[in-house]
Nanobody, 119 residues
Framework: QVQLVESGGGLVQAGGSLRLSCAAS????????MAWYRQAPGKQRELVAR???????TYTDFVKGRFTISRDNAKNTVNLQMNSLTPEDTAVYYC?????????????WGQGTQVTVSS
């Protein structure tokens, strides 16, 4: 089993940046597809970004050009650099380890980290 712990959330003004980090224990993340999801109040959890075994990245439209997902295999972490934040990015952000093949269903979740963007 893998344990995922997110960090780096907080309060930031619109236009600012945050860097989220997800530390994994129990398994080596280089062998897994990793993803970031988010859930805003009253909304369903939604995919933000994904990075596959070969480093291929996928982003949903609302973060393209602003967010960057990366993997640090030496530290066993996956990161999400978030730039040009808007109030619409306010949500709890979750790290997930997913299935290796499409549709990449999440197998494990972190506890989440709150990101709040003020206008």
């Amino acid at each position: 089993q893998v344990q995922l712990v997110e960090s780096g959330g907080g309060l930031v003004q619109a236009g600012g940046s945050l860097r989220l980090s997800c530390a994994a224990s129990g398994r080596t993340i280089s062998s897994y597809v990793m993803a970031w999801y988010r859930q805003a109040p009253g909304k369903q959890r939604e995919l933000v970004a994904r990075i596959t075994l070969d480093g291929t990245t996928t982003y949903t439209d609302f973060v393209k050009g602003r967010f960057t997902i990366s993997r640090d295999n030496a530290k066993n972490t996956v990161n999400l650099q978030m730039n040009s934040l808007t109030p619409e990015d306010t949500a709890v952000y979750y790290c997930a380890q997913t299935a290796v093949f499409p549709p990449f269903r999440p197998n494990y979740w972190g506890q989440g980290t709150q990101v709040t963007v003020s206008s």
